[in-house]
């Protein structure tokens, strides 16, 4: 987060008495006029950085504007999310570098003994891949409902393999699909989870949908602060002089 504040002294010692009673008015204006520059460049930088970034990414940064009472307006990007993981959080090692935390499905792989301590995932050839470069949701959920059900028991595990056999099998519509984790037998390949797609003529060699990679420590590519400082010297006493215009014009 980063707070957007003023400091108007020079320019304040230029002003007659009017235009005096108008700072804090003048000052909120400015402030918060500044901040929507903050906002527009962070978007604008986030674009120029990430590979097609999400609009759910582009839309997580907020302003918390300034009031007369306050004069500081905050810009930063949202620590909460209704459904997957916060922009906060998910960002966090592009700003600041470091280790990358958990995508949802990553945690979810993990807690039904699949993804191994220690391991990230990519994506792989046979990953389903959206406009904006993320694994297709579909192919994730499918993914985490085939192998949970290796690991449950009773009805639910019973009805789970059903519909397994179900994916398996091969029609007249579409190909049959099966999944497992490993690495294929001979050569050199990945640790990850792997498909296999099934015909009426047999199954295909298997193809990686995710690949399991070590963790890493991530060089931070996103400097929010410095796109911050740079966008509010740049405006900021524009903003307040043309603010103090408007408010002596307006002034009762």
Not at 55 to 72: A, D, H, R, Y
Not at 138 to 144: H, N, R, Y
């Amino acid at each position: 987060m980063f707070s957007v504040k003023a400091d108007f002294k020079d320019l304040i010692k230029q002003l007659d008495d009017v235009q005096k009673r108008q700072i804090p008015f003048a000052t909120s204006l400015a402030i918060n006029r500044t901040a929507q520059k903050v906002k527009e460049a962070q978007q604008h930088e986030m674009r120029d950085v990430f590979d097609r970034p999400t609009q759910f990414t582009i839309n997580s940064l907020f302003i918390k504007p300034s009031t007369k009472q306050t004069l500081t307006a905050k810009v930063g990007l949202k620590d909460y999310a209704l459904k997957g993981t916060a922009a906060a959080k998910y960002l966090q090692a592009e700003i600041s570098g470091g280790e990358r935390r958990l995508k949802r499905y990553e945690a979810a792989l993990r807690s039904a003994g699949v993804l191994p301590e220690g391991y990230f995932t990519a994506p792989g050839d046979a990953a389903s891949i959206d406009a904006y470069g993320n694994m297709a949701k579909s192919q994730i959920v499918q993914i985490i409902s085939y192998f949970r059900a290796n690991r449950e028991s009773g009805s639910s595990s019973n009805s789970t393999d059903k519909t397994r056999a179900k994916l398996a099998k091969s029609t007249k519509s579409r190909y049959g699909i099966s999944y497992f984790v490993g690495a294929p037998a001979g050569g050199k390949l990945p640790l990850g989870i792997w498909m296999k797609v099934n015909t009426n003529f047999g199954a295909s060699n298997p193809r990686p949908v995710l690949i399991f990679i070590k963790s890493t420590n991530y060089e931070p590519i996103y400097d929010f602060k410095y796109v911050a400082e740079n966008t509010v010297k740049k405006y900021i006493d524009d903003e307040f002089s043309k603010a103090m215009k408007e408010a002596v014009v307006t002034a009762k």
